[in-house]
């Protein structure tokens, strides 16, 4: 099975990033159920890999906080954009988090890759080329910004592929600590 952790958000919050999803041409939209943020790519294991990574994700000990998502942004390069993407603010308690899922998967026997972490949500991808629009597009929602969410838990995801494109079925949940005063 193909897998991934991530942020799964609130609905209020995939509908608030669907309102952004228009107004480039050739853009492949993701559906709003698929909203998340990837903080590490698993890749395909087997069911014994699975049932380790989740013996080593349930033992992450990690306070809740605080995030904000704010302007926009795209990979690739403006003649051949690949995606179309929502930022945060910088935030080291979500650097912090990644770090220690990826040590937690490490130990596990996962081998993550080492491009440097740079977190976002898709909005859409493309395939071809020229996309009419895109840099009105990032002009027209670079001061795009939402009110902080509380970040309470982080997610084991499963990824479907599918000629229609992914889906995405949690298949754990491993919820942060609430902070005391």
Same mark, same amino acid.
């Given at each position: 099975?193909?897998? @991934?952790?991530?942020?799964?958000?609130?609905?209020? =919050?995939?509908?608030?990033?669907?309102?952004?999803?228009?107004?480039?041409?050739?853009? *492949?939209? +993701?559906?709003?159920?698929? @909203?998340?943020?990837?903080?590490?790519? +698993?890749?395909?294991?087997?069911?014994?890999?699975?049932?380790e990574i989740n013996?080593?994700?349930?033992?992450?000990?990690?306070?809740?906080?605080?995030?904000?998502?704010?302007?926009?942004?795209?990979?690739? #390069?403006?003649?051949?954009p690949r995606a179309?993407? =929502?930022?945060?603010? +910088?935030?080291?308690?979500?650097?912090?988090?990644?770090?220690?899922?990826?040590?937690?998967?490490?130990?596990?026997?996962?081998?993550?890759?080492?491009?440097?972490?740079?977190?976002?949500?898709?909005?859409?991808? @493309? #395939?071809? =080329?020229?996309?009419?629009?895109?840099?009105?597009?990032?002009? *027209?929602?670079?001061?795009?910004?939402?009110?902080?969410?509380? +970040?309470?838990? @982080?997610?084991?995801?499963?990824?479907?592929l599918g000629h229609?494109?992914?889906?995405?079925?949690?298949?754990?949940?491993?919820?942060?600590?609430?902070?005391?005063?």
């Amino acid at each position: 099975m193909r897998t @991934f952790v991530g942020l799964a958000l609130p609905q209020p =919050v995939r509908d608030r990033l669907a309102l952004l999803c228009t107004g480039v041409e050739g853009a *492949r939209w +993701i559906s709003k159920e698929n @909203f998340h943020l990837t903080l590490h790519f +698993i890749g395909e294991v087997d069911l014994d890999m699975a049932e380790e990574i989740n013996a080593n994700l349930s033992r992450i000990d990690f306070p809740t906080f605080e995030l904000s998502l704010n302007g926009v942004g795209f990979f690739g #390069k403006p003649e051949k954009p690949r995606a179309v993407w =929502v930022g945060t603010e +910088i935030n080291p308690s979500l650097n912090d988090l990644q770090e220690r899922i990826g040590n937690s998967l490490r130990r596990a026997g996962v081998h993550l890759e080492g491009r440097k972490f740079k977190p976002h949500i898709t909005l859409a991808r @493309f #395939k071809h =080329v020229k996309h009419p629009g895109l840099e009105a597009f990032i002009q *027209r929602n670079l001061i795009f910004q939402m009110d902080p969410l509380t +970040i309470d838990n @982080f997610v084991l995801f499963r990824s479907h592929l599918g000629h229609t494109g992914a889906h995405y079925e949690p298949l754990a949940e491993y919820p942060l600590q609430a902070i005391r005063n």
